[in-house]
Each structure stands twice: as structure tokens, then as C-alpha cells.
């Protein structure tokens, strides 16, 4: 089975996915009801992590999915997948609302972790646009390391950098 073909087969039985993403933000709703502000205390931070993992995981591979299939693919807008690549975005952007509303974001265990990754995997992405654009390995006719450890020397730089700038 292929991503395509369980995108096909998500996209022709979408009942399952769908209330899987529509349960994720009522579930931190129905929380920020029930922990009456304490949502920075043990057991509560935890039941937000992971209604947070769950919806940031595939929030963020659609998030990466669609700037791959926009940039490299040429897909056109009007031929998005509602359910694979919109649904999963809206839901985590929602469920981050409303958990963000009811407590600081610093007290979810990892959660650093997950917008580093994000912003690894939006530096990847950038660097590949780059690379891709400008036909580096045309020009060049560098060998395979070669363009990978410039490559990896370009993603160190811009992690020090972006450390530097946000501390």
C-alpha cells in the first residue's frame, strides 16, 4: 500500500477521520470545563499532551504534505484533498486555540519539542526549494556528498541562527 493509496482509501471512507479530528478540539473544550484552572497541575497537563500529540502529528504532516505537493508537485489549490490535507491542519490549529486559552503552553511536556520539529522541517523544506530552484547539482556537477554535507552545513547554520534569533 502506497500513501496515495491510503490517501485514496482515507478520502473514499472519510467517516472515521473525520471524528477523529472533530473529537480531538471538543475533547480540549470538554477539558478546559472540567479542570476549572488547573490545567498546569499533573494529571491535567498530561491529558493536554496527548490530545495535543495526537492532533500535532498529522496537523503537521499535512502542514508538510501540502508545502511538498505546492512547491515540488505544482499542485493546484483547487485540487486539495479536503479531508487528508485541510482537516487535519484546521483541527490543530483550533485544538491549539483552545488549549492555549486555558493554559501556558510552557507547562505541556515536549511540546518545545514539537514546534523545533516544525521548524526543522520547515528549514528542510526551504533548503530543498532552494536547492531545487536554483539546479545547484546542474551547475556544479558537484558529487552526491559533496551537496549533502553543504546541504547539512546549510541546515547546522540556520539552526544556530535560528537559535541565536529566538533564543
Known amino acids: ?55 500535532c502529528i498529522p496537523g503537521i504532516f499535512a502542514l508538510t504534505l501540502n508545502v511538498y505537493l505546492f512547491l515540488f508537485e505544482k499542485q493546484s489549490v483547487l485540487n486539495m484533498n479536503l479531508v487528508t490535507q485541510v482537516l487535519p491542519i484546521l483541527s490543530m490549529v483550533i485544538t491549539l486555540l483552545i488549549i492555549r486559552r486555558n493554559m501556558d503552553m510552557s507547562y505541556i511536556p515536549g511540546f518545545d519539542k514539537l514546534s523545533g520539529l516544525l521548524m526543522l522541517i520547515t528549514a528542510v523544506l526551504g533548503l530543498m526549494w532552494i536547492i531545487d530552484r536554483t539546479h545547484i547539482i546542474a551547475f556544479i556537477q558537484l558529487r552526491f556528498e559533496v551537496v549533502l ?3 547539512i552545513g546549510l541546515l547546522l547554520m540556520l539552526r544556530f541562527g535560528l537559535k541565536k534569533a529566538f533564543g
Open 1 to 55: 500500500m502506497t500513501l496515495r493509496d491510503l490517501f485514496a482509501y482515507v478520502s473514499a471512507h472519510p467517516d472515521y477521520v473525520i471524528f477523529f479530528f472533530a473529537l480531538l478540539p471538543f475533547a480540549a473544550l470538554l477539558g478546559s470545563f472540567l479542570d476549572g484552572d488547573r490545567g498546569h497541575t499533573s494529571p491535567w497537563k498530561y491529558i493536554y499532551s496527548g490530545i495535543i500529540y495526537l492532533v
Open 149 to 151: 554535507l553543504v546541504f
